[in-house]
Structure formats: structure tokens, C-alpha cells
């Protein structure tokens, strides 16, 4: 029987058992509509609240200030749209990072059809942003700033604390994705001095198809979804209690797992990333190297297809990405990639691997075992590849 290595945790990961055992009763049993005013609903009530109590406590925040929506990407663009235009009075200037979500840039081109403008600050070659291009993109009209707390196809992670700075000494809201960082490493939005922050419960072990916006009281954000009273008339639609109770057992466990997992996975990360750089010619290391995911590997290998890598792993029982999940269908260059300053032919080979809690140091090496006859066997079919001197292709990390 094939050996199976999954290494794709970034797009989805599979519920624990503790996770799926408390989501049962409330497809049956407790099946009834929060808002309901007899107790069949008050029990489904009570019991999406718990949920948000225990996300928030994954995040540090009052339960109250939670609003349940159906997806990090709701997430979102519930806080680039909401609150921009909620500040519409102040000015119709965004600013976001290079990098972001497509959920955060997408968002923010729909804003600029309503009139706003949306300046897009710029990246160092290992993904970091400078708070002082936040500062100086910053603009009296400005109505909201947007940075990802960590990039989730190249791991860098993003100097929040910093930014934050800069923002409330301008009193401008503050916007963070947490979807790739919410139970891996920890999260507190005090310390991070945002003043929104938004999850997604399968970043953590929950259900697929949820996620949370934590939105600072007193910060006016604008619903996008009319029609309801739920999350304070906020976000209507009718709750899906089943996956906001998965949610909230998924943050309980990631807690209480959070450090056990880090100790146990950097040195599997450490050792993947060494010996792809060291044991396959051409490979570049991308995102910073220390200030990471403690469970993402990524990079780009030269003369090869990022798509072409993933389907002869997947043929060996691997499975990883190329780029982020949402884009991997596209057969065109990672915004990401190309805005820390690669090559577009070089960000075309471009490798993802985010571990997970069943992963081990046998899986990284049953990987290295296949990946270098796989680059090797794509790189004998490439006429361009070997068009090339062989000292063009030297190995290095950036």
C-alpha cells in the first residue's frame, strides 16, 4: 500500500475526533434555529455563544466583539468593505499590502469601483512590510489599513505591533488577517493593537466553511448581509450551529495544543527546507527564514512547474500545494512571489508544505526521497532547462 503525506494543512486539515463528536448532536437532536424563542432555539443559542466564547479566548478577545461568518474570506471582505465604508465621512483611501488574501485585494478593487482609492504597499524580498511604508502611504483621507498578520504561502510573518503603531498615532482602523496564524503560534489582539482581526475555523482544525471577524468596540464597520438580526444585526443569516460548535472545539484544542505542536514541528520544518536546498540543485527558500509559520516550508524550484511537482507527488501518496490555495488552479505567477521580487519563471516552480500535527520526521524524509527524481525527471523533458549551463543554477535561499 502506498505510503500517503499529507503536507497541506493551509487548505485543509481534518476534524479530531473531539472536534466531530461535539458537532453530532446539533445535526439531529439539537437541531433547532438560535433565534427561535423556545428551548429547542435557546439550547442551539446557547450553545453557538459558547463557541464564541472559546474562539475568542483562542484570539484573546471579548466574546462579545465576535461576529460568526461563513469563511475567512467573509471574514475579510466584511472588514475592508465594511469598515471603509462605515468611514466613508473620514476619506476613500485604502491601504493594503502587496501580499494580501485575494479576499483583502479583491475586496479592495471592488471599493475602488465605489470611488475609493487603494494604495498597495510593497514588500521586502523576504515578504515583510516596513512600517514606515504604511506611514508614508498613509494619507488624510485614509480610512483603513490592512496587513496580514502572516503570509500563508510564503509564512513570512508581519510586524502587526509596528504597523499598529503607526496607525492609532493617526487614528486610522487597523485590519489584520489571522487566518494563517490563529492556533499556530499565538494570537492576542490586545498585544497586536488592531483594531479588527479576522479567522477561519479550518486554519485551526475546525469545519471548512467557517470563520470569525473580531471588530474592536467602538470601530463602525457597514453589514454586507442584510436581512437578519444575527451577530447584532451585523451579519444575518441563519447560524450554522453544527460547524460554530466544531469551531469552537477546534480553538479549544489548537490552544491547548499551540506550543506542543511548535516544539515538535520546527525541527521537521528545519530539516525539510535544509535538504531541499541542499540536495536539489536550483532551489530557492522564500518568506523570511526565521521570522515564520513554525509549520511552513516554501519555495521555488528553477526549470520546473510548481503544477507538474504537485501531480507526480500526489501520484506517491504527497500532497502539498503551489502557491496559496486559492490560486492554485491558475496556471500564472503568484502575486505573492512576484512581489518579493522573483522571476516569473522562477515563482512558476513554486512549492508549498504546511505541516500538520500528524506529521513526522518520516514523512519530510519520504518526501526527499521522491521530490529530486521528480525534479530531476521534469527538468530531462524541459529543452529550456537544459538549453542551460549547468553552473547557471546554483543553489541559495533568499
Given amino acids: 500500500m502506498m505510503r500517503t503525506v499529507y503536507m497541506d494543512h493551509a487548505a485543509a486539515t481534518p476534524v479530531s475526533e473531539g472536534v466531530l463528536a461535539a458537532m453530532m448532536p446539533y445535526f439531529r437532536d439539537q437541531f ?4 427561535a424563542v423556545h428551548e429547542i432555539g435557546n439550547r442551539a443559542a446557547a450553545a453557538v455563544e459558547e463557541a464564541r466564547a472559546r474562539v475568542a479566548d483562542l484570539i484573546r478577545a471579548p466574546a462579545e466583539e465576535i461576529l460568526f461568518t461563513a469563511s475567512g474570506s467573509e471574514a475579510n471582505n466584511l472588514a475592508v468593505k465594511g469598515i471603509a465604508l462605515a468611514n466613508q465621512k473620514k476619506g476613500n483611501h485604502v491601504v493594503v499590502s502587496a501580499v494580501e488574501h485575494f ?7 471592488t471599493l475602488k469601483k465605489s470611488g475609493f482609492e487603494v494604495t498597495e504597499v510593497p514588500v521586502d524580498p523576504e ?12 494619507t488624510d483621507r485614509t480610512a483603513l489599513v490592512s496587513v496580514m498578520h502572516a503570509n500563508n504561502e510564503v509564512g513570512t510573518i508581519e510586524p502587526i505591533p509596528a504597523i499598529s503603531a503607526v496607525t492609532r498615532e493617526r487614528g486610522i482602523p487597523f485590519h489584520t488577517d489571522a487566518w494563517a ?8 489582539v490586545g498585544a497586536l493593537g488592531v483594531d479588527s482581526l479576522s479567522v477561519g475555523g479550518q486554519g485551526f482544525g475546525g469545519p471548512q466553511g467557517t470563520g470569525a471577524l473580531w471588530v474592536r468596540k467602538g470601530t463602525r464597520i457597514r453589514p454586507l448581509i442584510d436581512g437578519g438580526v444575527q451577530e447584532g444585526g451585523r451579519r444575518g443569516g441563519t447560524e450554522n450551529v453544527p460547524a460554530l460548535v466544531g469551531m469552537g472545539r477546534a480553538a479549544v484544542e489548537a490552544s491547548e495544543s499551540m506550543e506542543e505542536n511548535r516544539r515538535r514541528l520546527l525541527p521537521i520544518r528545519d530539516e525539510l527546507s535544509r535538504r531541499l536546498v541542499a540536495e536539489i540543485e536550483g532551489v530557492v527558500l522564500t518568506g523570511h527564514p526565521t521570522e515564520r ?20 507527488m500526489a501520484q506517491q501518496g504527497i500532497y502539498a500545494s503551489s502557491g496559496s490555495a486559492c490560486t492554485s488552479r491558475a496556471l500564472k505567477a503568484s502575486h505573492v512571489l512576484l512581489a518579493l521580487g522573483l522571476d516569473a519563471a522562477l515563482a512558476q516552480g513554486s512549492i508549498v508544505f504546511t505541516l500538520g500535527p500528524g506529521n513526522t520526521r518520516e514523512d519530510a524524509a519520504y518526501v526527499m ?17 537544459r538549453a542551460k549551463p549547468a553552473g547557471d543554477l546554483d543553489s541559495k535561499s533568499g
Avoid at 479576499?103 to 478593487?109: C, E, G, I, N, T
Fill in 293 to 312: 509559520l513554525p509549520n511552513h516550508v516554501s519555495v521555488c524550484v528553477e526549470g520546473v512547474e510548481g503544477e507538474a511537482m504537485l501531480l507526480l
Fill in 103 to 109: 479576499s483583502v485585494l479583491h475586496a479592495a478593487k
Fill in 127 to 138: 515578504g515583510r512590510v516596513d512600517p514606515g511604508a504604511v506611514r508614508r502611504a498613509i
Fill in 181 to 188: 496564524t490563529a492556533g499556530k503560534i499565538p494570537v492576542d
Fill in 32 to 35: 433547532g434555529n438560535p433565534q
Fill in 369 to 385: 526521497d521522491a521530490l529530486p527524481k521528480i525534479v530531476q525527471r521534469l527538468r530531462e523533458m524541459s529543452p529550456i532547462y
